[in-house]
């Protein structure tokens, strides 16, 4: 008979085997070249306390993506049939066994359900640990290092290691080798002067004959100065007021201690739109984020963005998101502040909601060279949940053209951070996340591309099979070997859309001024965007959701739907960056929106196509 010390023992050999041992064979996960204009100085405190963020796996993404591309494909039987929050969550969970195992590594170092939190799929888990014990947990050293431009110093490391068997487990985890600054974001906004040293369009000058515009005709004056009467008439749009009945809603996200003034707003609206005068916006704080409403310290990103949205789609309910924190970031020549927003913080706060505007406009970018792939990954497959959803998500494409928005190959920027440090063109993320709508800028009227609209081709996605057509018209008509090495053929081509992008009349501080940016463009069409939902829920329709598929399949069927741009170009990294030509192309996208025919297809399916 065996002895009850012998079941205590055997009991005690099963727990203690149950949990790794802090000593397994390690593998590394990811280890990176010292970072280019960064010099490691002291090893870290050892009490630095760091939030690590865990991600595991999405084994069943794939089949979240097929539902998307059904769901928002107008000639699917699908189409429109959105997925619950639940469902998406359900399709994003890790396996079981990825689960227990993290869980088995977390407790080896003391770190129990009571000091983990984790998002609502149990894909990601966040530990608040000190650098001593990161450094146990991950088998690397962390140091103190200092950018040698500012003397800003961040606590980092260049290699970081996990248990073998644990690698198929986990992702990703941060922050490790990404590299940050806190400073402010290279936001996609620029102040005009210009227009004080113009001569004033008289008051009586003749309209502009557009035919594609409201009446035909847009005021003399909206080739001077951008109001929201301009982007009504040049958009096909007069006459439309979206109802408040039906649940629409439209969301503008800020970062970085951008602030929307409410006060600035009112001198808007009593500039350019009296009616809406007393009404507001609703701000939701994330991560820390404030909305600072001292008029001096009005953010102009933000005032931008609000201001024009929310003017668009008035009486629509609109949502300011504001996010604190930076994200992982990797330094580049052209990106030597942390300019990456902390989308991953946003996305943590946006998913465990159940109601969400259906659109949702972004004006910050950045290089897609500086965000490192694992991390632009996982926040693309971020968008693609909220798509699933029914959420459109807008982004401005930039503002450097292809690059740095430099021709002179003398002065030119745009070098890789990999180590070889070659010239080659800068596409940006998370316009190059296939899950978004990338949106260019355009100027005067009639239309042609603003040479700093944003556009190429994404290093990291391929190319969706929803472009597939009209990006390879496009690349057919380039002459062979033209920029030969400098963008890859076969990525994400971006934008896919564009909107107007300068000369906007905002008030910033109790001041009218003029900007312009294709952080312009993007609340622009968004606003379009949100008065097509509006249209579509008022008869009882779902909204568009991930509007890609539609886009260019509307493009392909009926291409008056959008005003097609033939004019301008995009320099960049020494070169003149591409051309704006018939049909798609890498300045303007597909091109400007026609509202009033965009309408009729989504609302009286013009096309007889049983999805719409």
Same mark, same amino acid.
């Given at each position: 008979?065996?002895?009850?010390?012998?079941?205590?023992?055997?009991?005690?050999?099963?727990?203690? #085997?149950?949990?790794?041992?802090?000593?397994?064979?390690?593998?590394?996960?990811?280890?990176?070249?010292?970072?280019? $204009?960064?010099?490691?100085?002291?090893?870290?405190?050892?009490? !630095?306390?760091?939030?690590?963020?865990?991600?595991?796996?999405?084994?069943?993404?794939?089949?979240?993506?097929?539902?998307?591309?059904?769901?928002?494909?107008?000639?699917?039987?699908?189409?429109?049939?959105?997925?619950?929050?639940?469902?998406? @969550?359900?399709?994003?969970?890790?396996?079981?066994?990825?689960?227990?195992?993290?869980?088995?590594?977390?407790?080896?170092?003391?770190?129990?359900?009571?000091?983990?939190?984790?998002?609502?799929?149990?894909?990601?888990?966040?530990?608040?640990?000190?650098?001593?014990?990161?450094?146990?947990?991950?088998?690397?050293?962390? !140091? =103190?290092?200092?950018?040698?431009?500012?003397?800003?110093?961040?606590?980092?490391?260049?290699?970081?290691?996990?248990? @073998?068997?644990?690698?198929?487990?986990?992702?990703?985890?941060?922050?490790?080798?990404?590299?940050?600054?806190?400073?402010?974001?290279?936001?996609?906004?620029?102040?005009?002067?210009?227009?004080?040293?113009?001569?004033?369009?008289?008051?009586?000058?003749?309209?502009?004959?557009?035919?594609?515009?409201? $009446?035909?005709?847009?005021?003399?004056?909206?080739?001077?100065?951008?109001?929201?009467?301009?982007?009504?008439?040049?958009?096909?749009?007069?006459? &439309?007021?979206?109802?408040?009945?039906?649940?629409?809603?439209?969301?503008?996200? $800020?970062?970085?201690?951008?602030?929307?003034?409410?006060?600035?707003?009112?001198?808007? %609206?009593?500039?350019?739109?009296?009616?809406?005068?007393?009404?507001?916006?609703?701000?939701?704080?994330?991560?820390?984020?404030?909305?600072?409403?001292?008029?001096?310290?009005?953010?102009?990103?933000?005032?931008?963005?609000?201001?024009?949205?929310?003017?668009?789609?008035?009486?629509?309910?609109?949502?300011?998101?504001?996010?604190?924190?930076?994200?992982?970031?990797?330094?580049?020549?052209?990106?030597?502040?942390?300019?990456?927003?902390? %989308?991953?913080?946003?996305?943590?706060?946006?998913?465990?909601?159940?109601?969400?505007?259906?659109?949702?406009?972004?004006?910050?970018?950045?290089?897609?060279?500086?965000?490192?792939?694992?991390?632009?990954?996982?926040?693309?497959?971020?968008?693609?949940?909220?798509?699933?959803?029914?959420?459109?998500?807008?982004? #401005?494409?930039?503002?450097?053209?292809?690059?740095?928005?430099?021709?002179?190959?003398?002065?030119?920027?745009?070098?890789?951070?990999?180590?070889?440090?070659?010239?080659?063109?800068?596409?940006?993320?998370?316009?190059?996340?296939?899950?978004?709508?990338?949106?260019?800028?355009?100027? !005067?009227?009639?239309?042609?591309?603003?040479?700093?609209?944003?556009?190429?081709?994404?290093?990291?996605?391929?190319?969706?099979? %929803?472009?597939?057509?009209?990006?390879?018209?496009?690349?057919?008509?380039?002459? +062979?070997?033209?920029?030969?090495?400098? &963008?890859? +053929?076969?990525?994400?081509?971006?934008?896919?859309?564009?909107?107007?992008?300068?000369?906007?009349?905002?008030?910033?501080?109790?001041?009218? =001024?003029?900007?312009?940016?294709?952080?312009?463009?993007?609340?622009?069409?968004?606003?379009?965007? #949100?008065?097509?939902?509006?249209?579509?829920?008022?008869?009882?329709?779902?909204?568009?959701?991930?509007?890609?598929?539609?886009?260019?399949?509307?493009?392909?069927?009926?291409?008056?739907?959008?005003?097609?741009?033939?004019?301008?170009?995009?320099?960049?990294?020494?070169?003149?960056?591409?051309?704006?030509?018939?049909?798609?192309?890498?300045?303007?996208?597909?091109?400007?929106?026609?509202?009033?025919?965009?309408?009729?297809?989504?609302?009286?399916? =013009?096309?007889?196509?049983?999805?719409?």
């Amino acid at each position: 008979m065996r002895t009850l010390s012998f079941w205590v023992s055997l009991a005690l050999a099963v727990a203690v #085997s149950a949990i790794p041992a802090k000593d397994c064979a390690h593998k590394v996960k990811e280890s990176i070249p010292p970072p280019r $204009g960064w010099t490691k100085a002291s090893p870290a405190p050892a009490d !630095h306390i760091i939030e690590l963020r865990i991600a595991l796996p999405q084994p069943k993404f794939s089949e979240l993506e097929r539902h998307l591309y059904e769901v928002s494909d107008p000639l699917h039987d699908r189409y429109g049939q959105h997925l619950s929050k639940e469902e998406v @969550e359900s399709l994003i969970a890790p396996e079981p066994e990825s689960i227990h195992l993290v869980n088995e590594w977390l407790a080896a170092h003391g770190l129990y359900e009571d000091s983990l939190s984790r998002s609502p799929a149990n894909d990601w888990v966040h530990i608040k640990v000190p650098v001593s014990l990161a450094e146990e947990m991950l088998k690397t050293e962390y !140091h =103190v290092w200092t950018h040698d431009a500012s003397g800003d110093a961040v606590v980092r490391t260049t290699a970081y290691s996990i248990p @073998e068997h644990l690698d198929s487990h986990v992702e990703l985890i941060q922050p490790t080798t990404m590299f940050a600054r806190m400073k402010s974001l290279k936001t996609t906004f620029r102040i005009n002067d210009a227009q004080e040293k113009t001569v004033a369009i008289p008051a009586d000058a003749p309209p502009i004959s557009v035919p594609s515009a409201s $009446g035909g005709h847009v005021d003399a004056s909206c080739n001077q100065t951008i109001t929201i009467t301009c982007l009504q008439q040049l958009y096909n749009a007069v006459g &439309f007021k979206p109802s408040t009945k039906h649940g629409n809603k439209i969301g503008i996200t $800020g970062y970085l201690e951008q602030f929307a003034n409410k006060q600035d707003l009112q001198s808007f %609206y009593a500039d350019q739109l009296p009616a809406a005068l007393g009404s507001s916006f609703e701000t939701i704080l994330i991560n820390g984020g404030l909305n600072n409403q001292t008029l001096s310290e009005a953010g102009a990103e933000a005032n931008l963005d609000t201001q024009f949205a929310y003017g668009l789609t008035f009486p629509t309910p609109g949502t300011f998101f504001s996010t604190g924190g930076r994200p992982p970031f990797k330094p580049d020549d052209l990106t030597t502040t942390n300019t990456n927003e902390p %989308y991953s913080e946003w996305l943590d706060f946006v998913l465990k909601q159940k109601d969400l505007p259906q659109t949702i406009s972004t004006s910050y970018a950045d290089d897609e060279q500086t965000v490192p792939v694992s991390f632009a990954k996982r926040v693309c497959n971020g968008f693609a949940q909220l798509g699933a959803r029914g959420v459109s998500l807008m982004f #401005s494409s930039g503002d450097g053209g292809v690059g740095d928005g430099e021709e002179d190959p003398a002065l030119q920027e745009c070098f890789t951070n990999d180590g070889r440090n070659v010239t080659r063109f800068v596409p940006l993320f998370p316009p190059t996340c296939p899950f978004v709508t990338a949106v260019g800028g355009t100027i !005067h009227i009639p239309e042609t591309a603003v040479f700093f609209s944003g556009g190429g081709f994404s290093d990291v996605f391929p190319r969706p099979a %929803y472009q597939a057509l009209a990006v390879s018209k496009f690349l057919e008509k380039l002459a +062979p070997g033209t920029y030969k090495g400098l &963008f890859n +053929p076969n990525g994400r081509a971006v934008p896919d859309v564009a909107a107007q992008a300068d000369l906007f009349r905002i008030f910033l501080s109790g001041v009218p =001024v003029s900007i312009g940016g294709t952080s312009a463009a993007a609340p622009t069409f968004s606003g379009i965007v #949100s008065l097509l939902n509006a249209a579509r829920l008022a008869e009882g329709k779902p909204s568009l959701g991930f509007l890609n598929p539609l886009i260019y399949t509307i493009q392909a069927l009926e291409p008056s739907a959008f005003n097609d741009i033939t004019v301008g170009n995009n320099p960049g990294c020494g070169t003149p960056g591409f051309n704006a030509t018939k049909g798609w192309d890498p300045v303007t996208g597909v091109g400007t929106p026609n509202f009033g025919k965009l309408k009729d297809i989504v609302t009286n399916n =013009v096309f007889g196509i049983a999805g719409l």
